[in-house]
């Protein structure tokens, strides 16, 4: 079978681009597609202090320098959607929002997105006091009043690892008792998070930064305003699974794929890594993940792999 090329990777984040490095210096014709123009949700990082080799960098200039490097060995087409996969004998059809190419392998690497509040000021102040990660940008808000925002067991995580870096920490919960386990909870309490229940945020308001937010209460319909720096929203995450259901992929309970330790799904030539893969959401895991993937599709196209 005559391929457009030998490997499609699907998604140009952290994973996407350290997948099109590892295929491309391993001989394979690369091909990187994203619906916008790349780089993932590292975007939204301010700061990245915890990458190996840099320490502190912006998300922006660190995906850039990734996309940099990875267009060193694969043809990157931006503003380019990948609509759906079809399973060919001997390869992949990929369909396009603008054409169909036939590949060897394809890479999932289409990541997850943060689950929104969706109220006033959350899209505004991305970055500039509101965050969805306390693991990647907590340690800007070090002894300052923040905000988390949810219920499980990630949220009271995320405000027991702000605590413990010194922030002043408020969990707000819309119902009077949390769905996180109780020994967790419990942790929260001894370390000094504070609580506020039946509660929702209507608002996040400020000027060049976060300077508060607007809280209703679900039960007596008042309003309060709580002073804070930042805002912790940690509702949940929705992995972009669209093109792994169409396959036919295996996946967990929260709609993440299913891959072995070398990112092989349970269909023959598709790969795949990153976030959309599980929910630890770091750089780091991405870029290991997109590389062993990217090792193991070459085998699958018949090339030398150590794997």
Not at 37 to 64: D, R
Not at 199 to 207: A, M, T
Not at 255 to 272: K, L
Request: proline share 1%; hydrophobic share 40%; aromatic share 8%.
């Amino acid at each position: 079978m005559k391929y457009d090329y030998e490997i499609a990777v699907i998604g140009a984040g952290a994973a996407g681009y350290a997948a099109a490095i590892y295929a491309g210096r391993s001989g394979a014709s690369v091909v990187v597609f994203d619906k916008g123009m790349g780089g993932g949700l590292t975007m939204e990082a301010p700061k990245v202090e915890n990458y190996p080799g840099f320490k502190s960098i912006g998300g922006v200039e660190l995906m850039e320098k990734m996309k940099e490097h990875a267009m060193e060995y694969a043809e990157m087409k931006f503003g380019e959607e990948v609509k759906e996969l079809k399973l060919l004998n001997g390869g992949v059809e990929v369909i396009t929002s603008r054409q169909k190419y036939v590949v060897g392998a394809a890479i999932l690497c289409t990541g997850s997105e943060h689950r929104k509040l969706n109220v006033k000021g959350e899209k505004e102040f991305a970055g500039r006091g509101v965050s969805y990660c306390a693991t990647c940008d907590g340690f800007f808000f070090k002894g300052k009043k923040v905000a988390v925002v949810g219920g499980g067991n990630s949220a009271v995580i995320e405000a027991i690892y702000l605590r413990q870096i010194g922030c002043d920490v408020f969990v707000i919960h819309r119902r009077d008792e949390l769905r996180a386990e109780k020994a967790l909870e419990e942790e929260a309490k001894e370390k000094g998070v504070k609580f506020i229940w039946n509660s929702v945020v209507e608002e996040i308001f400020g000027k060049e930064m976060v300077e508060g937010i607007k809280i209703r209460d679900v039960k007596s319909d008042k309003e309060k305003i709580l002073e804070v720096s930042g805002v912790f929203i940690s509702i949940g995450e929705e992995p972009q699974n669209g093109l792994a259901k169409q396959l036919g992929l295996k996946l967990d309970e929260n709609g993440y794929i299913i891959v072995d330790e070398m990112g092989r799904t349970n269909v023959e030539r598709i790969f795949a890594a990153g976030d959309v893969t599980d929910g630890v959401r770091q750089i780091i895991t991405a870029c290991a993940g997109g590389a062993k993937a990217a090792l193991a599709a070459m085998k699958a196209i018949g090339k030398r792999s150590p794997f």
